[in-house]
């Protein structure tokens, strides 16, 4: 039965406070988390306190593979710096993230992986194409 | 328990105004052009403050929106609502306002906006901001452009639109706005020139962006029976709806389809008509994807088919099916929260005092409002006294 609960399972570092402190402590941990329902069985993201697909009081904390596809991408050219492509990801495990992909060219549809990175005081979920440099 | 459908034709616009627009210059504030267009609004409907008990507003630049406004005119009501759903509240305010009206909670209904976020900042005020953790923001996405940026690479990805059906859009803007004195742009705009402007987020150029204005805009409302015997030629509410199901972009399920996919059909069953009863329509065109998003959600074409149907200025004067008469916000005035001029394009047509931009024998107008990030939606239809 388990099974059927998208991700796998993953031990909470002790202490935390509300889901989005879990989130981050996950990341610093190097693990990319998102909550699923044991009710519905949905993947929720971004973190909270119940499944926002049927109301249950049942989220409990997986980890995900990190692997996905692009949904949707954007370049972005600032004025006097370097272009970047913010992407919109669907997790295998049935979330979607907002974030960078190193390759500005990467088109609907690739398929990508999460590489966790320090930025600005916390760790986050950046992506490249899969089978790319890791 | 009462049906909402019983809310047709029970209630009226009876008076509409904007503030100055464009560029106003230091030295007003925003409260200031909430304040002229509130005033020039209830002058357009030979009303006075004392007649006015029912008080709506929203504002990016200052808290307890109505509170404060109340206090700026002398206004006391006894029924107040700062509905905050971004650029759509005013189209909020209106059927919030038109239940209370009906339920005896107030006679008189304002709903006023005013913003000088070009004077002040010279870029968007935005009424979004908050406190919370965000998802989206580390990963620096130029909000809110980005995120219509997104839907619009998807809608490409998706359905084969191309860049030059966005650019449509923004062309038939400009051309509607060259018949409007009151526009900010006013200037010769071709497709090649939308093709050829700086890419701010792929695929949107900054000419399928918004202006960034300065502006205010008010409505009033009362009973349809009262408003028989005031100045104006009644504009009836005849029906309104509103969905939202995200406040981020990254939330909303499938970008090609937005919340207006239910408002649009929720208004249109409420007022008994369909998108072929609908002479003029005015969609929040902060993005030149809005429109076709909104063409397609709100039933004018077939989910997919916007691109095309817009094509050969179907959209500009003269063609198919008249849109964004003022100029929307991509040519006309945008200070943030465009929703209001949804509403005042809506009566003048409906009034028949639109000058050269005026659609003939216009008898029902759609009014569509959109916030946040394609988050909230709101759809009013509006129509003249032969729709009663």
Not at chain 1, 89 to 99: A, H, I, K, Q, T
Not at chain 2, 11 to 18: C, F, M, P, R
Not at chain 2, 217 to 241: C, F, I, K, N, W
Not at chain 2, 256 to 272: D, H, K, M, N
């Amino acid at each position: 039965m388990s099974s059927e609960v998208p991700g796998h399972a993953v031990v909470l570092p002790a202490h935390v406070g509300g889901p989005h402190a879990a989130y981050e402590a996950l990341l610093e941990n190097g693990v990319l988390g998102f909550q699923a329902c044991s009710a519905c069985r949905s993947a929720i993201f971004p973190p909270r306190l119940r499944c926002s697909a049927c109301g249950a009081d049942e989220l409990t904390w997986r980890a995900s593979a990190g692997r996905g596809t692009i949904y949707s991408t954007t370049v972005i050219a600032p004025r006097g710096r370097e272009a970047y492509a913010v992407v919109l990801v669907d997790l295998d495990e049935g979330y979607r993230l907002m974030s960078r992909v190193e390759d500005h060219a990467v088109a609907i549809g690739a398929r990508v992986a999460a590489e966790l990175s320090p930025r600005g005081g916390s760790t986050l979920p950046f992506f490249v194409p899969e089978g790319g440099d890791r | 328990m009462r049906r909402e459908w019983e809310l047709r034709g029970r209630t009226a616009i009876v008076g509409v105004a904007e503030s100055d627009l464009g560029e106003v210059g230091p030295g007003i504030t925003s409260l200031d052009l909430a304040e002229q267009a509130a005033g020039r609004a209830l002058d357009d409907a030979g009303l006075t403050i004392a007649d006015v008990d029912g008080l709506f507003s929203h504002s990016a630049f200052y808290g307890m929106p109505t509170v404060t406004l109340g206090e700026r005119m002398g206004i006391r009501p006894r029924y107040s609502d700062s509905t905050a759903t971004g650029g759509s509240s005013f189209l909020a305010h209106v059927r919030h306002a038109s239940a209370a009206i009906e339920a005896g909670m107030c006679e008189v209904a304002l709903i006023a906006y005013g913003s000088n976020q070009r004077s002040a900042s010279g870029g968007l005020v935005s009424s979004g901001q908050n406190h919370l953790p965000s998802y989206e923001t580390p990963f620096s996405p130029r909000l809110p452009v980005s995120a219509y940026a997104l839907a619009a690479a998807r809608h490409m990805y998706q359905f084969g639109t191309t860049r030059r059906h966005l650019a449509e859009v923004a062309v038939a803007a400009r051309r509607w706005a060259q018949l409007n004195p009151a526009a900010f742009e006013r200037g010769e705009l071709s497709i090649d020139d939308v093709l050829g402007s700086r890419m701010v987020s792929t695929p949107l150029t900054v000419r399928d962006c918004c202006l960034v204005t300065d502006g205010g805009g008010a409505v009033v409302m009362t009973s349809a029976e009262r408003a028989r015997d005031l100045r104006q030629p009644t504009v009836h509410y005849l029906g309104g709806a509103e969905a939202h199901w995200h406040v981020g972009v990254s939330q909303l399920d499938d970008l090609t389809v937005t919340p207006a996919s239910e408002s649009g059909p929720r208004a249109f069953e409420l007022a008994g008509l369909r998108p072929a009863d609908v002479d003029v329509v005015q969609l929040y065109d902060a993005f030149t994807i809005n429109t076709l998003l909104f063409l397609e959600d709100l039933g004018f074409c077939d989910k997919g088919e916007a691109g095309d149907f817009v094509s050969g200025g179907a959209i500009a004067p003269g063609g198919r099916l008249p849109v964004n008469t003022n100029g929307g916000g991509l040519s006309y005035c945008h200070p943030g929260m465009y929703g209001i001029f949804t509403l005042i394009e809506s009566a003048r047509q409906l009034r028949g005092e639109a000058g050269d931009r005026q659609v003939a024998g216009a008898r029902v107008a759609l009014a569509h409002g959109n916030g946040g990030m394609l988050s909230s939606q709101v759809t009013v239809l509006l129509g003249d006294a032969s729709t009663i």
